[in-house]
């Protein structure tokens, strides 16, 4: 018998794998129909559209135990379990399951991944049903508020009326802010970590690079490259070591590598990766590529650029939580300069000015951004802490 040998890193074989996962991901997918459209801040009706999630732990019978998370940039709904593409644990495993901060003994967690994703959500890789091809650039761009309204529908499905809690880090973050805004009565309790209340200038612009990078690249072909069996890895790649970089800090960075040579004992007075740090970043850019949509990275970026709550509400963000019932754990860390506590500040005396219910912690630790998805003590005990409080108060 002969064997036939796939070439899995070939970009038409990625591409396929994208568009697969798009719109037949492996986890559970709720669909919603012409009946029941989703308005945008775009100004038009996505339908059909669909959500994929996963669900974690038992719905209590009072269906009062649920927490929402949200994931970051490049997360997907695979928060606690092995991702079908890469076989890697899930992004959250550190914070989320039996007897851990987030107990799935205790507690019903829901993850969906976000409108104009690429793991089973409605995005640029969907199939567009007018058209039966990728959406592209004709899919609308989306926005935070749009990413919400669909996980409360997601939620209207499940027969979830109020969260126990809704967090996330990050982007994550962003969208449970915008729960605690858009929905506040459905929202008990939110724990945003290592995020802000817009995106700031330097955000943007390092966002703008990534962008510019993958529509650099030949191969995106104006965002059609799905249809034409192309992939734009290269200009991904590059558009994600960019922003990792954002994710760690100077002293994480000089603790991990220095200067360290990468599998050599000299220079070798070319442009190859002679330093370790430069080889974790290609692997960092290499390994994203085979498990995102680049049309995704735009569209998801763009998201974050557009988020501003203060702006939703005539510039004063204490507008935009007046009358707010929830309570609030507003969590930043020290070493992160892409979200630093001075936007967690700015948060926290909004929600005094607007008289909610609020706690605040900075977290020492070098690690940066990225410390809300690694393995940080004191994060652990506040998440457990701020939750046993949260349903105490609900009587689970």
């Not at 308005?39 to 929402?68: C, H, W």
């Not at 695979?78 to 959250?92: D, F, L, R």
């Not at 995106?199 to 995106?220: K, L, T, Y």
């Amino acid at each position: 018998m002969s064997v036939v040998r796939v070439d899995l890193e070939a970009p038409e074989n990625r591409a396929k794998a994208i568009r697969r996962e798009a719109d037949e991901p492996r986890s559970q997918l709720v669909k919603f129909g012409p009946d029941k459209p989703l308005r945008l801040d775009a100004g038009v009706d996505l339908s059909p559209f669909q959500i994929a999630y996963m669900t974690y732990g038992e719905l209590n019978a009072r269906k009062s135990n649920a927490i929402l998370v949200c994931h970051a940039l490049s997360g997907d709904q695979y928060v606690a379990s092995e991702h079908p593409v890469t076989k890697k644990p899930g992004w959250g495993e550190t914070l989320i399951g039996p007897g851990k901060p987030i107990d799935t003994n205790r507690y019903f967690v829901i993850c969906s991944n976000v409108l104009g994703g690429c793991m089973g959500t409605t995005g640029p890789a969907s199939r567009d049903p007018k058209t039966g091809e990728p959406y592209g650039l004709s899919l609308p761009v989306v926005t935070i508020r749009d990413m919400v309204r669909a996980q409360a529908m997601l939620l209207d499905h499940l027969g979830i009326n109020t969260l126990l809690c809704v967090t996330g880090g990050s982007m994550g973050g962003m969208q449970a802010l915008q729960w605690a805004v858009s929905y506040p009565e459905r929202a008990f309790a939110v724990l945003p970590l290592a995020t802000a209340a817009r995106h700031s200038a330097q955000n943007i612009a390092f966002h703008e690079v990534g962008r510019q990078a993958v529509m650099a690249d030949p191969e995106w072909r104006n965002g059609r490259y799905l249809v034409e069996g192309r992939n734009p890895s290269r200009g991904l790649a590059v558009a994600r070591m960019a922003a990792h970089i954002t994710y760690l800090s100077d002293a994480a960075l000089h603790r991990k590598f220095g200067r360290q040579l990468q599998d050599r004992q000299a220079l070798t007075f070319g442009f190859d990766a002679d330093f370790q740090v430069e080889s974790y970043l290609r692997h960092q850019g290499s390994s994203f590529v085979d498990r995102f949509d680049a049309n995704s990275y735009l569209y998801i970026t763009r998201a974050m650029d557009y988020f501003d709550l203060a702006g939703e509400h005539g510039g004063v963000l204490a507008n935009a939580f007046k009358g707010t019932r929830s309570r609030f754990c507003v969590v930043s860390f020290t070493s992160d300069w892409l979200f630093p506590t001075s936007d967690a500040r700015q948060i926290v005396h909004a929600l005094n000015a607007s008289g909610a219910s609020v706690s605040f912690a900075e977290i020492e630790t070098d690690k940066g951004h990225d410390a809300f998805l690694l393995d940080e003590p004191e994060l652990f005990a506040i998440t457990r802490g701020f939750l046993e409080s949260a349903a105490r108060s609900r009587g689970l």
